[in-house]
């Protein structure tokens, strides 16, 4: 077993090695400035207007954007990374949505699905510049590295927001973007600490390795965990799978006898995880999950120790709402602007839980206000 | 001695290995409710590699039927809509649809002369691409509980094995079934032929379209079994049957059967898919990280294949 221990690391860094080309940058998921810059933003009060955080910043300035000032209505083209997870379906509609209700403002909205490949999402950006049919572009990067300089030539041209991840340059007017990663962890471990019972079993899942949105999820949670002196039993990948987190839950239940809590980097597989313990007729972990309705809905039916992080749906109206602003040449927050990273605790979760909604509809999407509103999300 | 030697089964006797392993690192897997709960989690695999069987002994490949599991798992959430009184027209439906995926598998095969890796593998884009429009990407409801129940329910203070979950029970109607299918019938033994030689069996008067035809739906009815079997015990989701098409293939080779057609025994299959689920559990006991996890169960099957090559050159 010695052998092994000594073996695993080796292949695994080999691998690692192997596979940091095809990763956004040789970057370090575990920045204790970031994590610290993050402890912060979670503590400010957001400025702008109440109850549509979507429009609303964490700190930042203005910049003055009366150089792109031109006469509406707009032709706003966006590039996007790909819709191939729930999450991105979600964000995507609220992004039309958007549009329509800008519907004044904005003559045509362009868009091109670079369906997850990088050089698709290169050649489209590319095309949208030459094309000359974009008064501004919108960019949700595919990856961080091999997508500046893309952005940085389109800077050239017109004016360009960023948002989701991000890229490795100031050119765009704005990159906009929530908390992050980082508060996603510190706000899901420090729920697990002031909930988990002395000494007790801490699971943690996640659904892949080397994702930096999800990497820097759990090298802040583990950090709070290290310093309170958490026993975590477990960390393991689930790749996203109802079937293999259940089997991986039953296997840590059978192995420790009981799991006080379940850690998570992203909800989807939540209530597979929960099934677990009812299976094995477990009383309830305390729980993390996401804002996805599934694990909402059964956190009320069964009255779970539980909260939800969200890497909120809602950021994927603010770039339509400042690329109008920005060709108005009307200032906006940049060149970072951060949005509040809100969480679902017991005191609101009825407001979240909706039973009409799809079961990996995300409640935190601000689109209650929408145009088309349940049924272009897939509700009833 | 050595004849005896010669006719066990080399995956039984690696999956005994590896669950004995399993049963030092974790005790209660040596308990009846420990067994019983590895039968259940092994069952979807089991009988996706019995259906596959069939097409490999026939000379083909079914690449589709992880898409299918993935079709069943959407299409019961969608098709039922919440109401439990929609699940048994909905589990017809959801055999109805693998009976024609299947139907047409073959039939690509047998009269367009494709070579069904190709075919199977169209059937996998075009079936996910049905399971995706349908879905718009992401799970649309919830499965009833009474569809659930197949893969989900355990039956409580059974004598002797103490639980008994559901899924075990379709497992061994599945393989009583295709053990008949493969070993007890003529049908079974055209099977054979086809893989074989299938230039010799046609010129026996073996009908070997029909045969062709009738080997794809055998697997695609089995990916829709799987699929209500997973479906019910980890709920919707959309790539809930990717790789698995890969792994029921491995499973049948690892139990001894022949890439090329014409050799292979359905107790063999089933210990394959016992073996790769055995393997899945140890990695995951063991607590290694990912990546080497991957890599071991890369090598482990490549040994196990080799070995089984190995011996059958060396046993005739």
Same mark, same amino acid.
């Given at each position: 077993?010695?052998?092994?221990?000594?073996?695993?690391?080796?292949?695994?860094?080999?691998?690692?090695?192997?596979?940091?080309?095809?990763?956004?940058?040789?970057?370090?998921?575990?920045?204790?400035?970031?994590?610290?810059?993050?402890?912060?933003?979670?503590?400010?009060?957001?400025?702008?207007?109440?109850?549509?955080?979507?429009?609303?910043?964490?700190?930042?300035?203005?910049?003055?954007?009366?150089?792109?000032?031109?006469?509406?209505?707009?032709?706003?083209?966006?590039?996007?990374?790909?819709?191939?997870?729930?999450?991105?379906?979600?964000?995507?509609?609220?992004?039309?949505?958007?549009?329509?209700?800008?519907?004044?403002?904005?003559?045509?909205?362009?868009?091109?699905?670079?369906?997850?490949?990088?050089?698709?999402?290169?050649?489209?950006?590319?095309?949208?510049?030459?094309?000359?049919?974009?008064?501004?572009?919108?960019?949700?990067?595919?990856?961080?590295?091999?997508?500046?300089?893309?952005?940085?030539?389109?800077?050239?041209?017109?004016?360009?927001?960023?948002?989701?991840?991000?890229?490795?340059?100031?050119?765009?007017?704005?990159?906009?973007?929530?908390? @992050?990663?980082?508060?996603?962890?510190?706000?899901?471990?420090?729920?697990?600490?002031?909930?988990?019972?002395? @000494?007790?079993?801490?699971?943690?899942?996640?659904?892949?390795? @080397?994702?930096?949105?999800?990497?820097?999820?759990?090298?802040?949670?583990?950090?709070?965990?290290?310093?309170?002196?958490?026993?975590?039993?477990?960390?393991?990948?689930?790749?996203?799978?109802?079937?293999?987190?259940?089997?991986?839950?039953?296997?840590?239940?059978?192995?420790?006898?009981?799991?006080?809590?379940?850690?998570?980097?992203?909800?989807?597989?939540?209530?597979?995880?929960?099934?677990?313990?009812?299976?094995?007729?477990?009383?309830?972990?305390?729980?993390? @999950?996401?804002?996805?309705?599934?694990?909402?809905?059964?956190?009320?039916?069964?009255?779970?120790?539980?909260?939800?992080?969200?890497?909120?749906?809602?950021?994927?109206?603010?770039?339509?709402?400042?690329?109008?602003?920005?060709?108005?040449?009307?200032?906006?927050?940049?060149?970072?602007?951060?949005?509040?990273?809100?969480?679902?605790?017991?005191?609101?979760?009825?407001?979240?839980?909706?039973?009409?909604?799809?079961?990996?509809?995300?409640?935190?999407?601000?689109?209650?206000?929408?145009?088309?509103?349940?049924?272009?999300?897939?509700?009833? | 001695?050595?004849?005896?030697?010669?006719?066990?089964?080399?995956?039984?006797?690696?999956?005994?290995?590896?669950?004995?392993?399993?049963? &030092?690192?974790?005790?209660?897997?040596?308990?009846?409710?420990?067994?019983?709960?590895? $039968?259940?989690?092994?069952?979807?695999?089991?009988?996706?590699?019995?259906?596959?069987?069939?097409?490999?002994?026939?000379?083909?490949?079914?690449?589709?039927?992880?898409?299918?599991?993935?079709?069943?798992?959407?299409?019961?959430?969608? &098709?039922?809509?919440?109401?439990?009184?929609?699940?048994?027209?909905?589990?017809?439906?959801?055999?109805?649809?693998?009976?024609?995926?299947?139907?047409?598998?073959?039939?690509?095969?047998?009269?367009?002369?494709?070579?069904?890796?190709?075919?199977?593998?169209?059937?996998?884009?075009?079936?996910?691409?049905?399971?995706?429009?349908?879905?718009?990407?992401?799970?649309?409801?919830?499965?009833?509980?009474? +569809?659930?129940? +197949?893969?989900?329910?355990? +039956?409580?203070?059974?004598?002797?094995?103490?639980?008994?979950?559901?899924?075990?029970?379709?497992?061994?109607?599945?393989?009583?079934?295709?053990?008949?299918?493969?070993?007890?019938?003529?049908?079974?033994?055209?099977?054979?032929?086809?893989?074989?030689?299938?230039?010799?069996?046609? $010129?026996?008067?073996?009908?070997?379209?029909?045969?062709?035809?009738?080997?794809?739906?055998?697997?695609?009815?089995?990916?829709?079994?799987?699929?209500?079997?997973?479906?019910?015990?980890?709920?919707?989701?959309?790539?809930?049957?990717?790789?698995?098409?890969?792994?029921?293939?491995?499973?049948?080779?690892?139990?001894?059967?022949?890439?090329?057609?014409?050799?292979?025994?359905?107790?063999?299959?089933?210990?394959?898919?016992?073996?790769?689920?055995?393997? *899945?559990?140890?990695?995951?006991? $063991?607590?290694?990280?990912?990546?080497?996890?991957?890599?071991?169960?890369?090598?482990?099957?490549?040994?196990?294949?080799? *070995?089984?090559?190995?011996?059958?050159?060396?046993?005739?």
């Amino acid at each position: 077993m010695r052998l092994f221990k000594w073996i695993a690391p080796a292949v695994s860094g080999t691998a690692l090695a192997i596979a940091a080309p095809y990763a956004a940058s040789a970057q370090n998921f575990d920045d204790p400035r970031e994590f610290q810059a993050a402890r912060d933003l979670l503590k400010m009060t957001p400025s702008g207007p109440e109850g549509k955080p979507w429009e609303q910043n964490l700190g930042g300035k203005e910049v003055d954007t009366s150089k792109y000032k031109k006469p509406g209505p707009y032709r706003i083209c966006f590039s996007n990374a790909g819709v191939d997870n729930p999450w991105r379906v979600v964000g995507w509609i609220n992004m039309q949505a958007q549009v329509d209700v800008l519907k004044d403002d904005i003559k045509s909205f362009k868009a091109a699905d670079a369906q997850g490949k990088d050089d698709k999402q290169i050649s489209d950006i590319n095309a949208f510049v030459q094309s000359g049919d974009c008064d501004a572009l919108i960019v949700s990067p595919n990856t961080t590295a091999a997508l500046t300089p893309a952005v940085e030539a389109a800077c050239k041209k017109l004016p360009v927001i960023v948002f989701d991840r991000g890229v490795l340059t100031t050119c765009p007017v704005t990159f906009v973007n929530p908390v @992050g990663g980082y508060g996603w962890g510190i706000q899901t471990a420090d729920f697990i600490v002031s909930k988990l019972p002395k @000494g007790g079993k801490v699971l943690a899942l996640r659904i892949l390795p @080397g994702v930096d949105v999800l990497e820097t999820r759990w090298s802040a949670a583990n950090r709070i965990f290290k310093e309170n002196g958490v026993n975590v039993v477990g960390a393991e990948f689930t790749g996203g799978d109802n079937a293999k987190t259940k089997q991986i839950v039953e296997d840590y239940i059978n192995k420790n006898g009981r799991i006080d809590a379940v850690w998570m980097d992203a909800g989807a597989t939540a209530v597979a995880a929960l099934e677990a313990f009812e299976d094995s007729g477990q009383p309830y972990p305390i729980i993390t @999950g996401e804002d996805q309705e599934d694990f909402l809905k059964k956190w009320k039916e069964k009255g779970l120790t539980a909260m939800a992080p969200t890497y909120p749906t809602y950021q994927w109206r603010a770039p339509v709402i400042a690329a109008v602003k920005v060709l108005k040449g009307e200032p906006v927050i940049g060149p970072t602007w951060k949005l509040p990273q809100p969480v679902i605790t017991q005191g609101d979760l009825d407001k979240y839980v909706d039973d009409k909604m799809p079961p990996l509809h995300y409640a935190m999407c601000g689109c209650k206000d929408l145009p088309g509103y349940p049924q272009r999300w897939g509700g009833k | 001695m050595a004849h005896v030697a010669r006719r066990i089964n080399v995956a039984l006797v690696v999956f005994l290995l590896f669950y004995l392993v399993i049963g &030092l690192l974790q005790p209660n897997y040596l308990e009846p409710a420990g067994a019983m709960n590895f $039968l259940r989690r092994a069952a979807p695999l089991a009988i996706l590699a019995a259906g596959q069987l069939f097409v490999l002994i026939s000379g083909g490949f079914d690449l589709s039927v992880g898409s299918l599991v993935t079709l069943t798992v959407v299409g019961g959430s969608m &098709l039922t809509a919440n109401d439990p009184g929609n699940t048994w027209w909905a589990i017809a439906a959801l055999y109805a649809t693998g009976l024609c995926v299947g139907f047409i598998n073959g039939a690509v095969v047998a009269y367009l002369r494709t070579p069904s890796i190709i075919a199977t593998l169209g059937t996998l884009l075009s079936v996910n691409g049905v399971a995706m429009m349908w879905s718009g990407g992401s799970p649309r409801g919830y499965l009833p509980e009474n +569809f659930r129940m +197949f893969g989900r329910l355990v +039956f409580h203070d059974v004598p002797v094995v103490k639980i008994f979950p559901a899924a075990i029970l379709v497992f061994a109607v599945v393989w009583a079934l295709a053990q008949w299918g493969l070993h007890g019938t003529v049908f079974g033994r055209r099977v054979f032929a086809v893989g074989d030689n299938a230039r010799a069996a046609q $010129l026996a008067g073996v009908q070997v379209a029909s045969v062709r035809i009738a080997v794809f739906v055998i697997s695609a009815l089995a990916a829709v079994t799987a699929g209500i079997l997973l479906g019910g015990f980890g709920g919707v989701s959309v790539d809930v049957g990717v790789g698995l098409e890969l792994q029921a293939i491995a499973a049948c080779v690892v139990g001894g059967a022949q890439l090329m057609g014409g050799r292979g025994t359905l107790v063999g299959a089933v210990a394959g898919a016992l073996t790769l689920t055995a393997l *899945f559990t140890l990695l995951t006991l $063991l607590g290694w990280p990912q990546p080497l996890k991957e890599t071991a169960q890369g090598v482990i099957l490549i040994i196990a294949v080799a *070995f089984g090559a190995w011996r059958r050159r060396r046993t005739g």
